[in-house]
């Protein structure tokens, strides 16, 4: 039964805590930060009559925050709050209790907090900024930063591997009298030259063993055999990236730069001048990210931030976006693109990508240069033309009613588009403009902050839900540094 959270019996060891200095950075976020809305946000997770003892959401949740501030992993975060007085005393625990189990956090994470709850943590933390009087500012700075996905570094032999060990796991584990009946691993040399074909050969093996010894599997052995047979029944996906598809489903693959890809997801992020983020949207890699901006600014109006500007990259130019920000009486901070703003491309499958400035086929293919064609004193008629390689077009599936045989290039142009956007055009080359866009950069560092000391460079688990859950108790975290960092600015000097 949840009840209201109580008040902890100090013990005689408690003492200790006067040990931990009073500018401790977990003093000073207990201070500012009130964790208690986390047993309203959960309760109807619990069951009425029966369950757990009273702190425990916030005793979770606390958890989560350490696990998020430090960087840790499910068990080490477990280990060092076990030892850690500072920690310990954060928690509202004694020095000699007993840290609940590992498993308890992914519960609380998957179960009490779910998708639902989520997006309410980030809200709080944001509400709580605003009752401080720490935000004054009407503008918001959006941007979006990418995570490579869990299974970004696995080569396919390891993949395959991993993918028969968790199901031969998942059957032992449930089954444990079928642990004979199973193919064993095979044995691989260093460096065999068909490794990568023998573990594929088991993993099917395997699996059609499983399906025979439990035609009615369920649960999670059934979603194991669903990963070994995409694996198995596509030989396409021998190639590193589809492998890797296989194992994390909703992780795309995306352009940093014109070189440089990436397989995972992109986090689109909305903040305040004063540097609290006010909202959080993930999807996979490959989605573009100027269409993530009338969430972004639903998010932060739901969190009761006014929002008069928004400033942001050339991905937010599109027509719609503007659009969008006329509508709610704000002004668009965002250079234009012609490419962004003409409204999508005309032709279906065709995606351009701002972050490599190039155009994606529906082959996946990129283009491999761009020029501008037209005459500069008459900008109707001009076209940014993107080339693709007609080598690879050549052979290309998708070639029919896109590429005709025999012809020199293969080329895809979008008009430029001056005259439908005089009015942002005129306030691009105002001063005014010019000094707002300057403020962009700051939602840089926080990206820089996200993935260099809270793990955001790497997803901690697979699938969109975990990676959303990542990133808003990431945000929560940043945030209430951030809040520690502004009432202390707050502060008269002594
Ligand atoms: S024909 Fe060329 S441009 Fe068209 S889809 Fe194929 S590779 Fe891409």
């Known amino acids: 039964m949840l009840q209201p959270a109580k008040q902890m019996t100090v013990s005689f060891h408690a003492e200790l805590y006067k040990l931990i200095p009073e500018d401790h950075q977990l003093r000073k976020i207990h201070e500012a930060i009130d964790f208690t809305f986390i047993h309203e946000l959960v309760r109807s997770s619990y069951c009425e009559y029966y369950g757990r003892p009273a702190n425990e959401p916030e005793l979770l949740f606390r958890l989560l925050f350490l696990q998020v ?7 080490r975060i477990i280990e060092e709050a076990q030892v850690n007085l500072a920690y310990k005393w954060f928690l509202g625990l004694n020095p000699e209790d007993k840290l609940p189990d590992p498993s ?8 009490r907090l779910g998708a639902g709850a989520v997006d309410e943590v980030l809200k709080s933390v944001v509400r709580q900024s605003i009752e401080k009087g720490l935000v004054k500012s009407k503008s918001i700075i959006i941007d979006s930063t990418h995570t490579l996905a869990a299974s970004q570094n696995q080569k396919p032999l390891e993949v395959l591997r991993d993918a028969a060990k968790r199901l031969f796991r998942v059957v032992v584990k449930k089954h444990s009298r079928l642990e004979k009946k199973l193919p064993r691993l095979p044995e691989l040399k260093k460096d065999q030259n068909d490794a990568e074909k023998i573990m594929l050969h088991y993993l099917a093996e395997l699996g059609e063993t ?11 052995i059934s979603e194991k055999i669903k990963i070994a047979k995409i694996i198995v029944e596509d030989e396409r996906l021998l190639a590193n990236k589809g492998i890797m598809s296989a194992i994390d489903p909703d992780a795309r693959f995306g352009w940093k ?18 540097e609290i983020i006010t909202a959080v949207e993930v999807t996979g890699g490959s989605s573009d990210d100027g269409k993530q901006l009338k969430e972004l600014l639903n998010q932060t109006l739901s969190a009761g931030i006014e929002v008069q500007e928004v400033i942001g990259d050339t991905a937010y130019s599109s027509k719609d976006n503007l659009a969008e920000m006329k509508s709610k009486k704000i002004q668009p901070v965002v250079p234009l693109n012609p490419v962004v703003h003409h409204g999508g491309l005309r032709q279906e499958g065709f995606e351009y990508n701002k972050d490599a400035d190039f155009v994606i086929c529906p082959a996946g293919q990129h283009s491999i240069r761009k020029a501008v064609q037209g005459s500069k004193q008459n900008g109707k008629s001009r076209s940014l033309v993107f080339y693709f390689d007609t080598d690879k077009c050549k052979t290309c599936l998708f070639r029919e009613g896109c590429f005709k045989p025999g012809a020199k290039s293969k080329t895809y142009s979008i008009r430029i588009m001056a005259e439908h956007f005089k009015e942002q055009i005129e306030f691009e080359n105002s001063d005014t403009f010019k000094e707002r866009i300057r403020r962009r950069p700051i939602i840089e560092h926080k990206n820089a902050e996200l993935k260099r000391y809270h793990g955001m460079t790497k997803a901690k688990y697979r699938g969109l839900f975990c990676m959303r859950m990542q990133a808003i108790l990431t945000a929560f975290v940043v945030n209430a540094k951030r809040i520690v960092t502004l009432i202390e600015k707050m502060q008269p000097a002594s």
Not at 104 to 111: A, C, D, E, G
Not at 210 to 220: I, N
Not at 257 to 266: E, H, L, N, Q, V
């Open 69 to 75: 501030l430090h960087n840790l992993s499910d068990d």
């Open 210 to 220: 499983v399906e025979t010894l439990l035609p009615d599997h369920e649960g999670a």
């Open 104 to 111: 308890q956090l992914s519960r609380f994470r998957n179960h």
């Open 257 to 274: 730069s014109s070189t440089k890809s990436f397989f995972g997801y992109k986090e689109h992020i909305a903040m305040t001048e004063e």
